[in-house]
C-alpha cells in the first residue's frame, strides 16, 4: 500500500469550533488517517497520513466547503508509521505564539514571496535576509543558505527574541518555517514591531524543497512526525550539514536528551546515543 503524508493549515474564522471538531474526527477516522489536526477560532492546523487514496478524498471533501477551499494542502511520501494515533483538538490558537489578538494575519502580515522568487533573489545575489522562524532544534539539521535563526527554543518565545533580528528593520526579511503557519504570524508581528519591508515564503520550506531540491536549502527538513527528518534533495545531492553535538560528526540523527526539564532534541550520531544513558532515539508523539 501506498502512503502519503498531508499537512495543511489556513488561517480563516471558525465560529464553532467544537463542532467542526468532531466532524473531522469522525471524516478522518472514516478514512483511516492518522496524525493531528488543531482547531482554533482563527483556523486549523494539521498533519495526517493515511492510504494515499484516503488522503486524496480527504482533500476532495475539504474543498466542498468554502472556508478551506483555498487551502495548500503539502503532500510527502509516508511510511505508515508516521503517527502512532488520531488527534483532533480545540485550542486558543493554530500554533502557539503568545504573540496577542492584536497580532492577525487575516488582517495584516507580510507579502507573500513564491518559491519562484526566492530562488531568483538567491541566483541574482539580491539584497535579503533569511530569518527561520522554526524551532532552534529544528534549523541545525537543515537550512536556507545564509539564513539566521533568533535563538527560538519554541515559536512562543518570538516576543522576548525579536530583538535579535532588530537591526534588520530596514533590510528585506523573509521569514521561513516548515510550511508556513508560523510564518505568517511572525511576518506580521515583525511588521507590527516597525519591520519596513517583511516578506514571507508562500507554502514555506515544504514548497521551496519540493520544486529546488538540493538547492539554496541545505541539510534535511525537520518535520513533526515519525520520520523527523525529511530529505531534500536526490541522492547524489544529499548534503548533511548538522553534527554531532558530542564528537562534532556530521548527522542528522536526533535524539531526545532527558537531562533537562522539559527534554529537548538534539542532534546526536548513532555512535554517541550508544554511549550517553541520559539520551534516547528521538520519537514523535501526539
Given at each position: 500500500?501506498n502512503?502519503?503524508?498531508l499537512?495543511?493549515?489556513?488561517?480563516?474564522?471558525?465560529?464553532?469550533?467544537?463542532?467542526?471538531?468532531?466532524?473531522?474526527?469522525?471524516?478522518?477516522?472514516?478514512?483511516?488517517?492518522?496524525?493531528?489536526?488543531?482547531?482554533?477560532?482563527?483556523?486549523?492546523n494539521?498533519t495526517?497520513?493515511?492510504?494515499?487514496e484516503?488522503?486524496?478524498?480527504?482533500?476532495?471533501?475539504?474543498?466542498?466547503?468554502?472556508?478551506?477551499?483555498?487551502?495548500?494542502?503539502?503532500?510527502?511520501?509516508?511510511?505508515?508509521?508516521?503517527?502512532?494515533?488520531?488527534?483532533?483538538?480545540?485550542r486558543?490558537?493554530?500554533?502557539a505564539?503568545?504573540?496577542g489578538?492584536?497580532?492577525?494575519?487575516?488582517?495584516?502580515?507580510?507579502?507573500?514571496?513564491?518559491?519562484?522568487?526566492?530562488?531568483?533573489?538567491?541566483?541574482?545575489g539580491r539584497?535579503?535576509?533569511?530569518?527561520?522562524?522554526r524551532n532552534?532544534?529544528?534549523?541545525v539539521s537543515?537550512?536556507?543558505?545564509?539564513?539566521?535563526e533568533?535563538?527560538?527554543?519554541?515559536?512562543?518565545?518570538?516576543?522576548?527574541?525579536?530583538?535579535?533580528?532588530?537591526?534588520l528593520?530596514?533590510?528585506?526579511?523573509?521569514?521561513?518555517?516548515?510550511?508556513?503557519?508560523?510564518?505568517?504570524?511572525?511576518?506580521?508581528?515583525?511588521?507590527?514591531?516597525?519591520?519596513?519591508?517583511?516578506?514571507q515564503?508562500?507554502?514555506?520550506?515544504?514548497?521551496?524543497?519540493?520544486k529546488?531540491?538540493?538547492?539554496?536549502?541545505?541539510?534535511?527538513?525537520?518535520?513533526?512526525?515519525?520520520?523527523v527528518?525529511?530529505?531534500?534533495?536526490?541522492?547524489?545531492?544529499?548534503?548533511?550539514?548538522?553534527?554531532?553535538?558530542?564528537c562534532?560528526?556530521q548527522?542528522e540523527?536526533?535524539?531526545?536528551?532527558?537531562?533537562?526539564?522539559?527534554?529537548?532534541q538534539?542532534?546526536?550520531?548513532?555512535?554517541?546515543?550508544?554511549?550517553?544513558?541520559?539520551?534516547?532515539?528521538?520519537?514523535?508523539?501526539?
Open positions: 500500500m502512503y502519503t503524508i499537512l495543511f493549515y489556513i488561517y480563516t474564522l471558525i465560529e464553532e469550533p467544537e463542532v467542526l471538531r468532531d466532524a473531522q474526527r469522525e471524516l478522518a477516522l472514516s478514512l483511516g488517517l492518522k496524525g493531528r489536526l488543531i482547531i482554533a477560532p482563527e483556523g486549523i494539521g495526517f497520513e493515511g492510504a494515499s484516503a488522503v486524496q478524498e480527504y482533500i476532495e471533501t475539504m474543498r466542498e466547503d468554502a472556508r478551506f477551499a483555498d487551502v495548500d494542502f503539502k503532500t510527502s511520501e509516508g511510511t505508515g508509521t508516521a503517527f502512532p494515533k488520531l488527534s483532533v483538538k480545540v486558543s490558537e493554530i500554533v505564539s503568545r504573540l489578538e492584536e497580532v492577525d494575519p487575516s488582517v495584516e502580515t507580510g507579502s507573500f514571496l513564491e518559491p519562484d522568487e526566492l530562488h531568483s533573489w538567491y541566483e541574482e539584497e535579503f535576509q533569511v530569518v527561520d522562524m532552534d532544534y529544528e534549523f537543515g537550512h536556507f543558505e545564509g539564513a539566521i533568533p535563538g527560538l527554543r519554541n515559536f512562543r518565545d518570538l516576543n522576548e527574541k525579536v530583538d535579535q533580528v532588530g537591526h528593520k530596514e533590510t528585506p526579511v523573509v521569514t521561513v518555517c516548515t510550511g508556513g503557519v508560523r510564518c505568517e504570524k511572525a511576518s506580521a508581528f515583525l511588521k507590527k514591531k516597525g519591520f519596513k519591508n517583511v516578506y515564503l508562500k507554502g514555506g520550506i515544504h514548497r521551496y524543497v519540493e529546488y531540491p538540493g538547492e539554496h536549502f541545505k541539510g534535511g527538513l525537520y518535520v513533526f512526525d515519525g520520520r527528518v525529511m530529505d531534500t534533495a536526490p541522492q547524489d545531492k544529499k548534503e548533511i550539514i548538522g553534527t554531532c553535538m558530542f562534532d560528526s548527522t540523527e536526533y535524539a531526545d536528551d532527558d537531562s533537562v526539564v522539559p527534554s529537548r538534539v542532534l546526536c550520531c548513532k555512535e554517541c546515543l550508544g554511549s550517553q544513558l541520559h539520551l534516547r532515539p528521538a520519537k514523535r508523539t501526539l
